[in-house]
């Protein structure tokens, strides 16, 4: 079955760096989607940024510019490379992927609601981000 393990979490200052990793096992779709979410305590689940199986990138505008999703497919490891990091970054960030071998991913803006696109979570890596 597929398996999604996240790991790269942790504590930092703002204007910090984290890059988190999401480990795929059973991923073997030629045509994905995947991608990062968020959740802050008290508020709903939101897309961060996300990537097909043509490297296409998306992301949410409050990351834009400061987050990078991206992926080794040899490696079967998605990546989220955050910089600048900001108090409210602040969250528990899940990987996610499609499973129903769609070559496209949803659009991440929070009025759509993209978290019922994905079919496949990860556990959660927590990111705290001080001021």
């Known amino acids: 079955q597929v398996q999604l393990v996240e790991s790269g979490g942790g504590s930092v200052q703002a204007g910090g760096s984290l890059r988190l990793s999401c480990a795929a096992s059973?991923?073997?779709?030629?045509?994905?989607?995947m991608g990062w979410f968020r959740q802050a305590p008290g508020k709903e689940r939101e897309g961060v940024a996300a990537?097909?199986?043509?490297?296409?990138?998306s992301y949410a505008d409050s990351v834009k510019g400061r987050f990078t999703i991206s992926q080794d497919n040899a490696k079967n490891t998605l990546y989220l490379q955050m910089n600048s990091l900001k108090p409210e970054d602040t969250a528990m960030y899940y990987c996610a992927a499609d499973g129903l071998g769609r070559a496209h991913c949803p659009p991440l803006a929070p009025s759509y609601g993209s978290t019922w696109w994905f079919q496949y979570w990860g556990q959660g890596t927590q990111v705290t981000v001080s001021s």
């Open positions: 990537i097909d199986s043509d490297d296409t990138t």
């Open positions: 059973g991923y073997t779709y030629s045509n994905y989607c």
